[in-house]
């Protein structure tokens, strides 16, 4: 699952974009199954769940006609 935003915004020779997005995750690892192997128990992994969010920010900005800079900045967390 995933949620994200963008806003953009442009002033003179600016345009300024910023924006959050976060990403669910549900991760099913399985099972291990000995087959007919006597020395291997077999084993079911739990499920796990974790979060990925983030926030950027970035502006592009026109110098001259030939000549545009850009600068930007993320910053991205995960927890599970």
Request: charged letters at 50%.
């Given at each position: 699952k995933q949620?994200?935003?963008n806003l953009n915004y442009v002033s003179g020779?600016?345009?300024i974009e910023g924006g959050i997005s976060s990403i669910?995750?549900?991760i099913d690892p399985g099972?291990?199954?000995p087959g007919t192997s006597e020395r291997v128990n077999p084993f079911t992994t739990p499920l796990e769940h974790s979060l990925e969010s983030a926030i950027h920010i970035?502006?592009?900005f026109e110098i001259s006609?030939?000549?545009t800079m850009s600068a930007a900045?993320?910053?991205?967390y995960y927890m599970n």
């Open positions: 949620f994200k935003s020779k600016h345009k669910y995750y549900e099972q291990l199954d970035e502006d592009e006609k030939k000549i900045v993320r910053y991205s």
